[in-house]
Structures are given as C-alpha cells and as structure tokens.
C-alpha cells in the first residue's frame, strides 16, 4: 500500500496486532517517516459443499452460525463463542486444499467443536448429523463421556455447568476428535 502522504510505495511495519480475524500493522513510509495505519485480511478460498442430494453450493458461514445457534438454543453458550466456532470452522475449511467439503465432512468439524462446548448442544447436532434412529445409536453418541479410558475422554462440561469461556474451545479441530 502506498503511503498516504507520499504515495511512495514502501513502508516498514513498525507493529502488528490481531484485530479479530484481521491484522492490524503500524507502519512507516520509507521515504518521509509518515506512520499510517493498514487492516489486512487473508484472501480465502473456500471449498464448495456437496450436500447430501449431491448437488454443490458455495460455503455459507450464515448457515454454519444458523445451526450453531439452533443447536445451541436455551443453553448458556453465549453468541459471541457461537461467532467464534464458526470462524475456526470457516478457517479451517479455508486451509483446506480441496476445492470441495461434503456437508457431512463440514458437519462433523462443527460437530468436534461442539463437544468442547456444551454437550445438549452436541448431541442435538449429532442426532441430525449421523441420522440418530434409537436408544443404541444415541448412547454411542454419548460415549466420549460415559467411558473414562484414561486419556480419551473428552473435557466437555456437564449438562448444567456454567458457560464455557471461549479460550476454552480453542483447542485445534484435529485434537478435539482425536
Ligand atoms: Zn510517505
């Protein structure tokens, strides 16, 4: 970008700090010391998402935050951890270097994050996901919970613990379904 001033188009970044998902530099033109201020934001890729009917649509974090929030209806997640759990899910469909996700694929990281969150909310979500028919398919939903092998079970909160910090679910997807 060039300077503001000068339109010279050097500049050295004095800073760099988070903003939400962007980046927020402190810079210096190179040529008259003018110290301005950029916002810069990742270009994304996302992949295209083949529903169950096999036709594809676009990825649309409108509806990923839509099923968030019907999942996590009446229960003490607050929105702003709702906003956040879709960003990582849109994150990490955009590092993705397939060009498609199916909707399964893309239910199941919402999926992971969700047993980080709240466990109503999880099994709402995972009785859509994987086409709950009965009791067995249900408890085996439940499994991450009711068997403590050392190790493997999940640190999700019980049914009526308090809400969840968000620093809490930051954990990346690949250790939250391992
Ligand atoms: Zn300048």
């Given at each position: 970008m060039n300077c503001p001033a000068c339109q010279h188009p050097d500049s050295k970044v004095l800073e760099t700090r988070a903003a939400g998902d962007a980046l927020k530099r402190r810079r210096q033109c190179l040529q008259c010391q003018h110290r301005f201020t950029t916002h810069e934001r990742v270009e994304r890729k996302l992949p295209l998402v083949i529903k169950r009917g096999g036709y594809r649509e676009p990825f649309d974090r409108d509806k990923i935050v839509e099923g968030l929030r019907l999942a996590c209806?009446?229960?003490?997640?607050e929105a702003r951890v709702i906003e956040e759990v879709a960003s990582r899910v849109e994150l990490r469909v955009s590092l993705s270097v397939a060009s498609e996700i199916t909707s399964g694929e893309l239910g199941e990281l919402i999926l992971a994050e969700l047993q980080e969150i709240d466990i109503v909310a999880y099994v709402r979500f995972a009785s859509v996901l994987r086409q709950v028919a009965g009791p067995a398919d249900l408890l085996a939903l439940l499994s991450p919970w009711l068997s403590p092998a050392a190790g493997a079970a999940p640190e999700g909160p019980a049914p009526e613990g308090p809400a969840i910090d968000g620093n809490d679910v930051a954990a990346p997807l690949s250790d939250a379904q391992a």
């Open positions: 209806r009446k229960r003490p997640v």
